[in-house]
């Protein structure tokens, strides 16, 4: 779908509930239409997360350990970005 807003062509996918899958969710995107404060907030030091890539549980910059789904790489968090945060096309 595509709407025109602002003088901007925006597209997006209208989906079923994906969260009920097996698979393995990289990106979760908050949409609600509005650009008003709608950029995903940073995750403070220490606090517990899941890991976007293994789902694993860590506190951010104090775990050290490694994601097991990429190897030599740190966990990265698993944050619910909103519409300003999604700046690339889907095909």
Not at 23 to 40: F, P, Q
Request: proline share 3%; hydrophobic share 30%.
């Amino acid at each position: 779908c595509a709407l025109k807003l602002y003088k901007k062509q925006l597209y997006f996918v209208v989906m079923e509930n994906i969260f009920d899958t097996d698979n393995t969710i990289h990106e979760r995107y908050d949409l609600k239409g509005s650009w008003v404060n709608r950029n995903a907030g940073s995750v403070s030091k220490g606090t517990k997360s899941y890991c976007r890539y293994c789902n694993a549980e860590f506190l951010v910059e104090v775990d050290k350990s490694q994601c097991r789904v990429r190897p030599n790489r740190p966990h990265t968090p698993s944050t619910v970005l909103k519409d300003n945060d999604l700046n690339f096309k889907i095909r």
